[in-house]
C-alpha cells in the first residue's frame, strides 16, 4: 500500500478529536471531518451517533438508524452531548472563531455566513475547527467579529467556562491545541513535510511551540484500506487538501511532498 497522502493525515487527525468520546452526536462540517467521524466509529469510537446533517442518525455506510427531530438535537447541544468540528473563516490566538463577516461588522467588506449556532456550540459542548488552508489570512491577531467563544472570553464568566471546550483545530500544516497555562493556541504536532517555520510564516499571531514537536499520527493500514476502499474510494478528501506552492501533490515520500 502506498504511503499516506496529507489528506489521509488530515483524516485521521479529525477523527482523533472523536477518540474516548463516547456515546455522543458527532457533527463535522466539511469533507475531511465528515470522513474522520466516520473513520473513528468504524475503529476506535463505535458509540458516536453520526448524522446526517438534517433530520436522521446514519451508519457509517449512509443506512438510516434513527430520526433525529430539531428539539432533540438542540437537546443534544444544549445538553453537551455533541462534538462539532466547524470551520474558521478567522480564529485568533485564544481560538475566537468568525463565520460572519470580514471587515467593520456594520459595513463589512466580505459577508460570509453569519453568527449561526456557533456561540451555543462554543458554550455548551466541545467544539474543534477544521481549516483546509492554513494562513494568515485566517489565523489572525484579532477576529473581525466573534462568533464561536475563545477561552480568553469563556473565561470572564464561570457560567460560561464550565462547559467551554476547544479540544484540536486541525490544518493542512498540522494539528493545534490549547494546553498552554493561558489556553493560548499550541502547535501540538506537524503533518509529514512540514517544518515549524512554515507554520509560524503561515500563523498571524505568536504561537506557542514546544521545544520538540511530534509528528502527526500516521494512519494504520487498517486505517488507510478503510479511507481509500470503503469511505472515500472516490478519493474526495484529495480535492480538500490542495498541494501549496513548491510541493507536489501526491504521496508524502520526501521533503515537501504529500
Excluded at 33 to 42: D, T, Y
Excluded at 140 to 165: K, P
Excluded at 197 to 215: C, K, N, S
Aim: glycine content about 10%; proline content about 7%.
Amino acid at each position: 500500500m502506498s504511503a499516506p497522502t496529507r489528506a489521509e493525515y488530515c483524516v485521521v487527525a479529525c477523527a482523533e478529536a472523536w477518540r474516548d468520546a463516547g456515546e455522543i452526536l458527532a457533527s463535522p462540517m466539511g469533507t475531511i471531518p465528515s470522513l474522520g467521524a466516520r473513520l473513528a466509529k468504524r475503529t476506535f469510537a463505535p458509540d458516536l451517533m453520526l448524522t446526517d446533517g438534517e433530520a436522521l442518525i446514519v451508519g457509517v455506510d449512509g443506512t438510516v438508524e434513527g430520526w433525529l427531530p430539531y428539539r432533540h438535537h438542540l437537546a443534544l447541544v444544549t445538553g453537551g452531548r455533541r462534538h462539532v468540528m466547524m470551520g474558521a473563516s478567522q480564529i485568533d490566538r485564544f481560538g475566537n472563531q468568525n463565520i460572519s463577516c470580514i471587515g467593520d461588522w456594520a459595513r463589512p467588506r466580505r459577508q460570509l455566513l453569519g453568527v449561526r449556532g456557533a456561540p451555543v456550540n462554543t458554550l455548551n459542548h466541545p467544539t474543534s475547527y477544521w481549516i483546509p488552508r492554513h494562513s494568515r489570512r485566517v489565523f489572525v491577531e484579532r477576529v473581525d467579529m466573534v462568533c464561536g467563544i475563545g477561552y480568553d472570553r469563556a473565561a470572564r464568566h464561570a457560567a460560561t467556562a464550565r462547559f467551554h471546550l476547544i479540544p484540536r483545530v486541525v490544518t493542512d500544516l498540522g494539528v493545534f491545541d490549547f494546553a498552554t497555562p493561558d489556553h493560548s493556541m499550541r502547535l501540538a504536532s506537524l503533518h509529514p513535510g512540514v517544518t515549524v517555520a512554515e507554520v509560524r510564516e503561515a500563523t498571524g499571531f505568536e504561537l506557542t511551540v514546544p521545544d520538540e514537536v511530534p509528528p502527526t499520527r500516521e494512519p494504520t493500514s487498517e486505517e488507510l484500506w478503510l479511507i481509500r476502499e470503503v469511505i472515500d474510494p472516490r478519493a474526495v478528501r484529495e480535492r480538500d487538501v490542495r498541494a501549496r506552492a513548491g510541493e507536489v501533490s501526491g504521496r508524502t515520500g520526501g521533503d515537501g511532498d504529500r
